[in-house]
């Protein structure tokens, strides 16, 4: 069974920095892309950042290129994202997802799991 | 990327269908056959309910089925029943690897 636990969600002031971390297991983690999406409260999913299985590829979405950078830890089984100028507009809460790397080889293509979630609030 | 385009409620009874939009563009639901659709019960993560386009992933019930018509994907619900009162977000691949979500559709069971 594949089980995600995200971590590190905190309140941060404006301009500072934080890491999450998600902890997989139940599947071969290397083998497969690893996501970052939000939902600020009470909005839509809105999609962050995506990792290939080997770490050599990362995506980012407009809104934190350059502010937020995905990395990944195979042989601990750990996604992360260090996130950095927060603005207020970050607050959310922050899910890993298990895919969302398309291989169009495959057709593997969607976000096939997710963990709980965790919260990150900005605000002075 | 411009989110894409839901339905902020729909709403229907007992054993009832429904249907939910999601309208993109040439770069996303026009443009690929990756479109997925993701249920979220109220302080839960999201499940994977359809992914591209039409398929269900094992343990889905049949009642939940998708398709696409050139920039609208859409999800229908047959038989609605209570426990598919739920949020539901629709999701597409775009260019050079991103993916653009809708803004959710809250479903209401009355």
């Known amino acids: 069974e594949v089980h995600l636990l995200e971590s590190g969600g905190d309140l941060v002031q404006p301009g500072g920095s934080l890491r999450l971390s998600c902890a997989a297991s139940?599947?071969?983690?290397?083998?497969?892309?690893m996501s970052w999406v939000r939902q600020a409260p009470g909005k839509g999913l809105e999609w962050v950042s995506t990792?290939?299985?080997?770490?050599?590829?990362?995506y980012y979405a407009a809104s934190v290129q350059g502010r937020f950078t995905i990395s990944r830890l195979n042989s601990q089984n750990t996604v992360y994202v260090q996130m950095s100028s927060l603005t207020v507009e970050d607050t959310a809460v922050y899910y890993c997802?298990?895919?969302?790397?398309?291989?169009?080889?495959?057709?593997?293509?969607?976000?096939?799991?997710w963990g709980p979630g965790t919260l990150v609030t900005v605000s002075s | 990327h411009s989110a894409l385009t839901q339905p902020a409620s729909v709403s229907g009874s007992p054993g009832q269908s429904i249907t939910i939009s999601c309208t993109g563009g040439?770069?996303?639901?026009?443009?690929?056959?990756?479109v997925s659709w993701y249920q979220q019960h109220s302080g839960n993560a999201p499940k994977l309910i359809i992914f591209?386009?039409?398929k269900r992933p094992a343990g889905v019930s049949d009642r939940f089925s998708g398709s696409k018509s050139d920039n609208t994907a859409s999800l229908t619900i047959s038989g609605l029943q209570p426990e598919d009162e739920a949020d539901y977000h629709c999701?597409?691949?775009?260019?050079?690897?991103?993916?653009?979500f809708g803004g959710g559709t809250r479903v209401t069971v009355l």
């Open positions: 997802a298990q895919g969302g790397y398309c291989d169009f080889w495959t057709g593997y293509c969607r976000f096939d799991f």
């Open positions: 139940g599947f071969s983690f290397s083998d497969f892309a």
């Open positions: 990792v290939s299985g080997s770490g050599g590829g990362t």
């Open positions: 040439v770069n996303d639901v026009a443009g690929y056959t990756y």
């Open positions: 591209d386009v039409t």
């Open positions: 999701a597409s691949y775009s260019l050079m690897n991103t993916w653009v």
